[in-house]
């Protein structure tokens, strides 16, 4: 099982970037999916998370300006970044709780994608 992340990059505050991640290889179900951050210096942090039914989960620091959503026919979850600010600069990394289809259940990582908020 593999998670790949993309959508990263250098953005001006107040713009925005869309984060994508899909999962592949043998899954048979998906339960939780989240983004996490790493900012230089600092431990990672939850930033959303979202759950097989839709029930979603956010940091404080970005509610109102972030939306994560999934597509469960894609295996992939997707972060939604507006009114980005410099504070919001990181790695950003993707997780999946994964049940494989040799029945073992796994916590996931992505390979991280930088995002830089600097004008």
């Known amino acids: 099982v593999q998670l790949q992340a993309s959508g990263g990059g250098l953005v001006q505050p107040g713009g925005s970037l869309r984060l994508s991640c899909a999962a592949a290889?043998?899954?048979?179900?998906?339960?939780?999916m989240g983004w996490y951050r790493q900012a230089p210096g600092k431990q990672r942090e939850l930033v959303a998370d979202i759950t097989l039914g839709g029930s979603t989960n956010y940091a404080t620091s970005v509610k109102g300006r972030f939306t994560i959503s999934r597509d469960n026919a894609k295996n992939t979850v997707y972060l939604q970044m507006n009114s980005l600010k410099p504070e919001d600069t990181a790695v950003y990394y993707c997780n999946a709780e994964i049940l494989t289809l040799t029945g073992t259940m796994s916590d996931y990582w992505g390979q991280g994608t930088l995002v830089t908020v600097s004008s």
């Open positions: 290889g043998s899954i048979f179900s998906i339960n939780a």
